[in-house]
C-alpha cells in the first residue's frame, strides 16, 4: 500500500492507495487531532482525541507542536525532546489506524511545508524510518501534493499555468505560488509562505468565535462577567484550559454547521459555572462578529502577499498574472472565507477543494506517479547556506555565503545537487591540533542578520573534523533533498576534477537555447549579436553540467539583447 501521511498543524490526515484503488484506513471517518500531552504520574504520553480529554492536574499539553519543528526546534514535553514527541505521535498514528485496519505499508510519503529547513526534515524522516522500518520515505511539500491530488481528481480539466494554493489550516494559512505545464507534465512550486498562526487560520476563527460571540453573550443573558484569562485563552490552569478547549470544539461545530447550513442553533448547557447560554446565529450575524479577524485575510491579500507577488513578477498595481486559484484546508470552509478570496482576487476563478484529506491523497497518488515516471516535481528551497571560514587577518572566525541560490533555481523535489568545491587550507579552522572544521549553517532566506552573533547557539546542518594529516585536498558538499541533508565527498587529487557525466542540474544549457529561440528572429536585434550569441552556447556545451561556468558571458550576451530589444521601443 502507498501511504500518504499529512501532519497539520491542527489536524492530521491519513490516505491509503492499493493498486489505484483508495483504502479505508479510518472507517469511522473521525479527524486526528495533532495534540499530544504529557501525564507526569504515568510518564506516558497521549495524542489525539484522548490528549483533548485528559484533565488531569499536572497534565501538560503541546496542541501546535508541528510548529516546533520550525520555530522551536529545542521544544520538550515533559522530558521527551521534540524528536521523540514526533516518533510517537507516527507510532500512535501506526498502531491506531495502520497497525490492524490496513494492508502493509510499501512506501510512505509525508507532507512537509517548504518553509522546514533541513533538520526539520530530518526529524521527520528519521522518526518515520524508524516506526514504518520502510526504507522509502519521503518528503513531498504540501501545496504540490494538493495540486497533484485536485488534477488527479480532474484529470479532464486540470489546473494548469500559474496557481495561487491557499491552505486555510487549523494553525496558520500557507500561500504558495506553483506552475503547472501540462505538455511538458511538469508543476513548480515558486515559493511558499504563510501568514503565522496568530494571525488567520480555522483556529483563529474559533478562538474569534469565544471572544465575539460566546463571551458577550454569556455576560448579556447571565449578567455575569468572565476572568480575563478566559477570554484570552492564556495562562490558564489545566482545570480552566479544559473548559477553554470544550469552547473550542464548540466553536468548530457552529462554524461548520453555519458553513453548511446558513445558520446555527447555539446551546451551550454549562458554558461557565453551570450557566447556560443558548440564540440562533446566521452567516451575516457571523461575519459581522468576526469581521476583524477576516480583516486580516483581506488585508494580507490585499497587501503583503500582493508585494510577495511583485517580486515574483505576478502582481503589479491592480493587475494579478495568475491563472487560478486553489482554496483548500478546514478553514477554507468556513462561512465567507472564499467570497474574501473572490473579492480580493477578481475575475479569477477559486476553487473550493471540500476534501480534507486533499494533500493526504495528492501524497498517494505522488507515488503513483513518481514510480510511473508521470510528472516532474521541482520546487524552490528558500534558504541560504553560511560556511564559518578563517579570517587569517583578523585571525578569527567569520561566516561567508554559499552562493549556489536554491532560493530562485527549479530544484527536483528528490534531487542531490552540488553546492560548494573549495580547499580546506582556504577554508576552515585550523585549531592547536592542527585539525580542520568544516561547519555549515542554514538560515532562512533573506533573514537580514547574518552576523557572527545570530549564530551563536545554533546547530550547524554540516559538523566535520578532519585531524593533521587526513586532510583531503579538496572537499565538494551537496544538497541532498532526498534525505534532507548535507553530504560531503573528498578529492585526493591536488587540483579538483568535474566528472562531466554526473549532472548538477537537469539539462541546465536548455533554458539558454530556449531564450535564443524566442529572440533569434526578432528583427531589430542585430544578427551578429545573435550569431556570437549562438556561437558562444555551442562552445559552452562542453560545460552543461556546470551551469555557472562562464555564465557571466551568457548574461552579457542576454542583456545585450536586451538593449536592443528596449532601443527599439
Known amino acids: 500500500m502507498y501511504l500518504g501521511i499529512d501532519i497539520g498543524t491542527s489536524y492530521t490526515k491519513i490516505a491509503g492507495m492499493l493498486e489505484g484503488e483508495w483504502v479505508d484506513i479510518n472507517p469511522a471517518g473521525q479527524i486526528i487531532p495533532t495534540v499530544a500531552a504529557y501525564l507526569p504520574s504515568t510518564g506516558q504520553l497521549y495524542f489525539g482525541n484522548l490528549a483533548l480529554r485528559l484533565d488531569e492536574p499536572g497534565a501538560e499539553k503541546a496542541f501546535f507542536f ?193 458553513s453548511r447550513n446558513g445558520s446555527a442553533a447555539l446551546y451551550l448547557g454549562n458554558f461557565y459555572k453551570g450557566r447556560t447560554i443558548s440564540t440562533r446565529i446566521d452567516q451575516s450575524m457571523f461575519l459581522a462578529h468576526l469581521e476583524p479577524v477576516y480583516k486580516k485575510l483581506q488585508v494580507y491579500c490585499q497587501s503583503l502577499l500582493k508585494e510577495r507577488a511583485a517580486l515574483l513578477g505576478l502582481a503589479d498595481g491592480d493587475s494579478w498574472y495568475i491563472d487560478s486559484i486553489l482554496l483548500q484546508g478546514g478553514g477554507a470552509l468556513a462561512p465567507g472565507v472564499k467570497q474574501i478570496i473572490t473579492d480580493c482576487f477578481p475575475g479569477l476563478p477559486v476553487i473550493l477543494s471540500d476534501s480534507p484529506d486533499m494533500v493526504a491523497r495528492g501524497l498517494c497518488c505522488w507515488i503513483d506517479h513518481y514510480i510511473n515516471k508521470r510528472d516532474s516535481l ?120 568535474i566528472d562531466i557525466n554526473t549532472p548538477i542540474l537537469p539539462d541546465p544549457l536548455s533554458g539558454q537555447l530556449d531564450a535564443l529561440k524566442l529572440i533569434e528572429n526578432y528583427k531589430y536585434i542585430n544578427p551578429d549579436l545573435i550569431h556570437d550569441f549562438s556561437v558562444h552556447l555551442e562552445e559552452h556545451k562542453q560545460y552543461a553540467y556546470s551551469p555557472y561556468d562562464d555564465h557571466a558571458q551568457t548574461v552579457h550576451y542576454k542583456l545585450l539583447c536586451l538593449l536592443h530589444i528596449l532601443d527599439s521601443k
Open 66 to 258: 508541528k510548529l516546533d519543528l520550525k520555530r522551536n526546534i529545542r521544544f520538550e514535553l515533559g522530558p521527551y525532546k521534540l524528536e521523540e514527541l514526533i516518533k510517537e505521535f507516527l507510532s500512535f498514528l501506526f498502531t491506531e489506524y495502520l497497525e490492524s485496519n490496513a494492508p502493509p505499508v510499501k512506501t510512505l510519503a509525508l507532507s512537509v511545508p517548504n518553509y522546514f529547513g533541513l533538520r526539520s526534515r530530518q526529524i521527520l524522516q528519521d522518526a518515520a524510518r524508524q516506526v514504518f522500518g520502510l526504507s522509502q520515505i519521503y518528503l513531498v511539500p504540501e501545496p504540490l501534493a494538493a495540486l497533484i491530488a485536485y488534477n488527479t481528481q480532474n484529470e479532464i480539466d486540470p489546473l494548469e499555468g500559474t496557481v495561487l494554493s491557499i491552505d486555510v489550516g487549523g494553525g496558520t494559512t500557507d500561500f504558495s505560488f506553483l506552475d503547472a505545464v501540462s505538455d511538458r507534465q511538469e508543476i513548480i512550486l515558486e515559493a511558499q509562505f504563510q501568514i503565522g498562526y496568530d494571525a488567520f487560520s480555522g483556529s483563529e476563527l474559533d478562538h474569534g468565535i469565544i471572544r465575539n460571540i460566546f463571551i458577550p453573550l454569556y455576560q448579556m443573558q447571565t449578567g455575569h462577567s468572565i476572568p480575563e484569562q478566559h477570554i484570552t485563552g492564556k495562562l490558564l490552569l489545566p482545570q480552566d484550559r479544559q473548559i477553554y478547549n470544550s469552547w473550542l470544539v464548540e466553536a468548530e461545530k457552529s462554524k461548520l454547521e453555519i
Open 378 to 497: 521541482k520546487t524552490i528551497y528558500p534558504f541560504d547556506f553560511y560556511l564559518e571560514i578563517y579570517d587569517s587577518i583578523d585571525k578569527q572566525m567569520k561566516l561567508e555565503r554559499i552562493p549556489f541560490d536554491t532560493a530562485n533555481l527549479e530544484l527536483e523535489i528528490l534531487g542531490k545537487y552540488k553546492i560548494l568545491s573549495f580547499s580546506p587550507p582556504s577554508y576552515g579552522d585550523p585549531n592547536p591540533e592542527g585539525e580542520i572544521s568544516l561547519r555549515i549553517y542554514e538560515v532562512a532566506q533573506g533573514e537580514a542578520i547574518t552576523t557572527q552573533e545570530r549564530f551563536l547557539g545554533m546547530e550547524p546542518v554540516l559538523d566535520l573534523k578532519w585531524p593533521e594529516g587526513e586532510i583531503p585536498a579538496y572537499i565538494n558538499v551537496y544538497l541532498n533533498l532526498y534525505l534532507s541533508s548535507l553530504e560531503t565527498d573528498v578529492e585526493r587529487a591536488v587540483s579538483p576534477s
